[in-house]
């Protein structure tokens, strides 16, 4: 079984081999922009299983080593979107969870 689980959102990293291929072709990347991914981690966290224990839902890179998105906030911040949007819809952790029916 499952007991935790951890988010993180794509970023470009300097030396990272996916960084020649952003650079070639930065169209072909979907990179979130900080209130999406805000939502998406929402929506993520009202379909999570109560029972599973959501360890991190973002990363952080030293601010020179990051290519892109450059969101200039740290995780604390990101955090704080994140609860303050879970309060704004009255929602918390599972509150759409539904256990699948063999």
Known sequence: PV??????????????????NYMQNPDSFALYDV????????????????????????????????????WGMKPDEVQRMVLSELMRRGSVQGCKWHACKD
């Open 35 to 70: 209130r999406g991914y805000v939502s998406d981690v929402c929506d993520f966290v009202e379909h999570l299983n109560p029972n599973i224990a959501l360890d991190r839902f973002v990363s952080q890179m030293p601010p020179n080593d990051v290519i892109a998105p450059r």
């Open 3 to 20: 007991a935790s689980v951890k988010l993180h959102q794509l970023q470009i990293v300097k030396g990272a081999r996916m960084q020649l």
